[in-house]
């Protein structure tokens, strides 16, 4: 540790009686010694998070300060030391550090409302919000604000991230925001961060969905695994209703009479591998029995080997008649493996034609 802690260019040294004893220094002071130390030991200090007004304070308490002597220095940093060591827990010094803290501990919708309560955006780094938020979210925001907020934003996102955003753009909209983005090279930074928390704040501003599925897909997941009978009865309802809607429904269900249509012929095998043997037998049979369901059981056997369909066959022969709920069991087990295999993303569903 050096014995003195001076500014460069500065007087000599008083002699040590002529110094205010350690006990007469203010906080500030000391902490000036601490921080002006910390330096001249080469340790890099960051006062970036203390308020801009004790910011300034320190700074301005270094820039009056000259020498310390060898007493004064040690008297502080051991008074420093001291209460480092007498501290037993350190908590935020405001309410997004608090967020912060608990983040995951307390439900999202405490969380959303003190920090709207505190004009806090969802994140510290509004733009790390925004990075996250998927494609059609963002390009909803692009479409909605000036071409200027566009621009600042793109060039804030990541290079991939923007290229992917221009894209979806209409090619008109897409021109300008491009041509704008050269006209912000004299943007400030503050304000850049202030479109950030100002965009931000408008996303955590929305009324949070309950839901992750719109209304529409969890319906037509619901039916997906309904009886026969019920689905078609919660269709009729929902024609009598809303026509526009139950429509929408009948877009979102994928049912074994679907398959022709919704799979590729290529997916067949995998989708057959996945299915029980005697699941796929007892589907295979209950639909050929089926004047709805008959379509899809023959797309099914066309499109496997040669043998395996006859294998089929022959087992369907024997089986008999078959039970309408067995056989609906059966059919909704080959469906769930078909939605298994989509979500995996080993499979695509072909779009329904309107």
Do not use: C, H
């Not at 590729?264 to 996945?274: C, E, F, L, N, Q």
């Not at 080997?305 to 709920?325: D, F, P, V, W, Y």
């Amino acid at each position: 540790m050096p014995t003195n802690v001076a500014v460069p260019g500065a007087p000599p040294p008083a002699p040590s009686g002529d110094l205010a004893p350690p006990r007469s220094l203010t906080r500030r002071q000391k902490a000036a010694i601490v921080v002006r130390l910390l330096q001249a030991e080469g340790i890099s200090v960051s006062l970036a998070k203390l308020p801009d007004t004790l910011q300034a304070a320190l700074t301005r308490e270094i820039g009056s300060m000259r020498y310390v002597d060898r007493a004064t220095l040690g008297a502080v940093i051991a008074e420093f030391v001291s209460e480092l060591d007498s501290v037993g827990l350190a908590f935020p010094s405001d309410i997004g550090g608090a967020l912060s803290l608990l983040d995951g501990t307390i439900s999202t919708e405490t969380a959303a409302k003190l920090r709207r309560e505190a004009g806090l955006s969802t994140m510290a780094d509004p733009w790390g919000r925004l990075a996250e938020l998927d494609a059609t979210r963002l390009v909803s925001i692009l479409e909605e604000e000036s071409i200027e907020i566009g621009a600042v934003m793109l060039s804030k996102l990541k290079v991939s991230k923007s290229a992917e955003l221009l894209g979806l753009l209409p090619g008109e909209r897409a021109r300008r925001i491009a041509f704008a983005m050269s006209q912000t090279g004299a943007v400030a930074p503050a304000t850049v961060e202030r479109i950030g928390a100002a965009l931000a704040a408008q996303i955590d501003a929305a009324a949070p969905r309950a839901f992750d599925d719109a209304p529409v897909e969890r319906i037509g997941a619901i039916l997906n695994s309904s009886p026969a009978v019920t689905r078609d009865e919660v269709l009729e309802g929902l024609d009598a209703e809303d026509q526009d809607f139950a429509e929408q429904v009948r877009k979102a269900i994928f049912t074994f009479a679907n398959i022709p249509d919704r799979i590729d012929p290529r997916d067949v095998a995998k989708i057959v591998r996945g299915v029980e043997a005697a699941n796929l037998t007892t589907a295979l049979g209950a639909a050929s029995a089926t004047e709805g369901d008959a379509p899809a059981a023959e797309f099914i056997l066309a499109n496997m080997s040669q043998r395996m369909a006859a294998q089929l066959r022959e087992e369907i022969e024997t089986l008999g008649k078959i039970k309408a709920n067995e056989g609906e069991a059966a059919m909704a087990a080959v469906v769930a493996v078909i939605r298994e295999l989509e979500a995996a993303g080993e499979i695509i569903l072909v779009a329904e034609e309107d």
